[in-house]
C-alpha cells in the first residue's frame, strides 16, 4: 500500500557555481509530493493517519518554508543574511533542486518512515524525481 502527500513552501537560494540568472538569489514556489510505503493495516484498514504524517512532515516544510536555502560555503551570502537577521537553512552542498529533494528524503526517511520517492517542482515546468 502507497499514501502519497502534497505539500509546498516558499524559499530563495543561488546556486553561486552557475552563470547566468540562476547564479543570482531568486525565489520559487516548491511543491512536494511524498510518497510512502505501508505494509500493515490495523483493524480499522488504516496504514497510518494522514495527520500523523503530517506531524511528521509538517515541521520540516515549515524549516524549509520563508526561508534562504544557502550553500556553507557561499560565505557572502550567509554574512548578509547575518546582516538582515534573515531566515536561512544551511547546506553542505549547493541548493539545487537536485540535492533539495535528496535531503527531503533523507530528512523523511530519518523518521523510519518507508519514503518511496520524492518529487520535488522548482517550476512549473521541471520536476526533480528523487531516488
Same mark, same amino acid.
Given at each position: 500500500?502507497?499514501?502519497?502527500?502534497? #505539500?509546498? !513552501? $516558499?524559499?530563495?537560494?543561488?546556486?553561486? +557555481?552557475?552563470?547566468?540568472?540562476?547564479? /543570482?538569489?531568486?525565489?520559487?514556489? $516548491? +511543491? @512536494?509530493? @511524498?510518497?510512502?510505503?505501508?505494509? /500493515?493495516?490495523?483493524? &480499522?484498514?488504516?496504514?497510518? %493517519?494522514?495527520?500523523?504524517?503530517?506531524?511528521?512532515?509538517? =515541521? *520540516?516544510?515549515?524549516?524549509?518554508?520563508? &526561508?534562504? %536555502?544557502?550553500?556553507?560555503?557561499? *560565505?557572502?551570502?550567509?554574512?548578509?543574511?547575518?546582516? %538582515? /537577521?534573515?531566515?536561512?537553512?544551511? !547546506?553542505? #552542498? =549547493?541548493?539545487?533542486?537536485? /540535492?533539495?529533494?535528496? $535531503?527531503? !528524503?533523507?530528512?523523511? &526517511? &530519518?523518521?523510519?518512515?518507508?519514503?518511496?520517492?520524492?518529487?520535488?517542482?522548482?517550476?512549473?515546468?521541471? @520536476?526533480? *524525481? +528523487? =531516488?
Amino acid at each position: 500500500m502507497e499514501i502519497e502527500k502534497k #505539500y509546498h !513552501f $516558499y524559499a530563495a537560494h543561488r546556486n553561486e +557555481y552557475l552563470e547566468g540568472k540562476c547564479q /543570482n538569489l531568486h525565489g520559487h514556489t $516548491y +511543491y @512536494v509530493h @511524498v510518497r510512502l510505503a505501508f505494509t /500493515n493495516t490495523d483493524e &480499522s484498514g488504516v496504514t497510518m %493517519l494522514f495527520e500523523s504524517i503530517d506531524d511528521i512532515i509538517d =515541521p *520540516i516544510i515549515a524549516s524549509l518554508d520563508h &526561508s534562504t %536555502l544557502v550553500h556553507e560555503k557561499d *560565505i557572502k551570502l550567509i554574512e548578509a543574511l547575518d546582516i %538582515l /537577521n534573515s531566515k536561512r537553512l544551511v !547546506f553542505p #552542498y =549547493p541548493s539545487s533542486a537536485e /540535492n533539495l529533494a535528496k $535531503y527531503l !528524503f533523507d530528512k523523511i &526517511s &530519518s523518521f523510519n518512515l518507508d519514503v518511496k520517492e520524492i518529487r520535488l517542482q522548482e517550476t512549473t515546468t521541471s @520536476v526533480v *524525481i +528523487y =531516488p
